[in-house]
């Protein structure tokens, strides 16, 4: 079992910037691939950035060039560093570990790959 706590939301103008974090526990963090994904009021949940378990990055091409997944395995967390922020960024940031194996085979915008998530941390961006 895998449990996932995010923090690091909150309400920021347009613009700024913030930092998400997920903690992991219950699990050997590493090496498994996690992921963010977001939901806006009335939209599905979408793929934001994800990390495999090499390290590669995966992000979106809406936050390409903006956003930024990293993260520590020694403190076992996951980061999204969020720059340039619209109001089109504002969801709900939900962190996910990918549980499908191989992890080789890692596909970071199947939502069914994932098998544990957190309870998300709003995001607000302002106009």
């Known amino acids: 079992q895998v449990q996932l706590v995010e923090s690091g939301g909150g309400l920021v103008q347009a613009g700024g910037s913030l930092r998400l974090s997920c903690a992991a526990s219950g699990r050997t963090f590493s090496p498994y691939p996690m992921a963010w994904f977001r939901q806006a009021p009335g939209k599905e949940r979408d793929f934001v950035g994800g990390i495999g378990w090499s390290g590669r990055t995966y992000h979106a091409d809406s936050v390409k060039g903006r956003f930024a997944i990293s993260r520590d395995n020694a403190q076992n967390t996951l980061y999204l560093q969020m720059n340039s922020l619209k109001p089109e960024d504002t969801a709900v940031y939900y962190c996910?570990?990918?549980?499908?194996?191989?992890?080789?085979?890692?596909?970071?915008?199947?939502?069914?790959?994932?098998?544990?998530w957190g309870q998300g941390t709003q995001v607000t961006v302002s106009s």
């Open positions: 996910a570990a990918y549980h499908l194996l191989p992890y080789s085979d890692y596909v970071p915008g199947n939502t069914n790959g994932y098998g544990y």
